[in-house]
């Protein structure tokens, strides 16, 4: 396994990761089943109008997801970056676009979820949050105990605004290294955010199973399974 450097401990690691660090989990990815389920565009399930006139439907497709977690575990790529944030504590940050909770379940802390989580739900009404695990899903939408408003799941939708963009622009701007796992780059913002850490002066790391749209932006890009490669990776980075 090749790698150009070694990390010290006061350098800043910023990593972004995708459906693909999840997929040696079980779980598909968005571009791997061409983005159909049970027949719809995902794009047509995951938007705010298909929630406005079809709740039930888009309550069907997460309750899906949501059951099917338990099931799902970690693999070794998630534990290689729990790793990486126990040798770089404060100068460490994730940002997934996943929404399976995997991150924080290997004990990763520091995680902004920026397409939100299948653990959560909010009231499309009163705006109240709920861990899913804390609402009755048995009616065919869930309904908020404190307004009567439907609870929708916590999913940034096609045409909603990703979380912690903010906090995600100021971290990426002070990144010594960016690390991309398992994303195609084909869903904005997150594919732009190699252009920024790159255009600052950070040095840039893909891991991915073929060439993402945007591998131009990449340093040193490593093709396979990131289950496979970074444990390998991260060992030589933090001198294991
Ligand atoms: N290891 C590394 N990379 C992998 C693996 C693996 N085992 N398996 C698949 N990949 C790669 C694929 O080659 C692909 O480039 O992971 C990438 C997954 O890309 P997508 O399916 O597009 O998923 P992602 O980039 O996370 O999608 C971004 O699009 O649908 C929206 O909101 C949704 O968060 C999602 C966003």
């Excluded at 070694?6 to 690691?13: A, C, H, N, P, T």
């Excluded at 991150?103 to 861990?131: A, I, Q």
Aim: glycine share 8%; hydrophobic share 40%.
């Amino acid at each position: 396994m090749e790698t150009k450097f070694k990390l010290k401990q006061s350098d800043k690691v910023v990593v972004l990761t995708g459906a693909g660090i999840s997929a040696e989990s079980g779980l598909k990815t968005f571009r791997d089943h061409d983005g159909l389920w049970e027949n719809h565009r995902v794009e047509r399930v995951a938007t705010p109008e298909a929630f406005q006139s079809n709740p039930e439907l888009v309550w069907k497709f997460y309750k899906q997801r949501y059951f099917q977690l338990p099931e799902v575990k970690p693999n070794p790529g998630h534990f290689a970056l729990k790793k990486l944030e126990d040798y770089l504590e404060k100068n460490f940050f994730i940002i997934t676009q996943n929404v399976d909770g995997l991150h924080y379940l290997v004990g990763n802390e520091r995680v902004l979820e920026m397409h939100g989580s299948l653990r959560r739900s909010f009231c499309s009404k009163c705006k109240s949050k709920f861990k899913m695990e804390e609402i009755d899903l048995s009616p065919a939408i869930p309904v908020c105990e404190k307004c009567g408003g439907n609870i929708r799941p916590d999913i940034v939708w096609f045409g909603e605004m990703p979380y912690f963009l903010d906090e995600i622009d100021e971290i990426l701007r002070k990144a010594d290294y960016f690390l991309v796992v398992g994303t195609s780059g084909t869903v904005y913002p997150a594919a732009q955010f190699l252009n920024i850490t790159k255009y600052n002066g950070a040095f840039t790391i893909g891991v991915n199973l073929e060439k993402p749209l945007n591998v131009d932006f990449i340093d040193e890009f490593h093709k396979g399974k990131s289950g496979e490669i970074l444990p390998k990776l991260v060992d030589i980075w933090i001198g294991k």
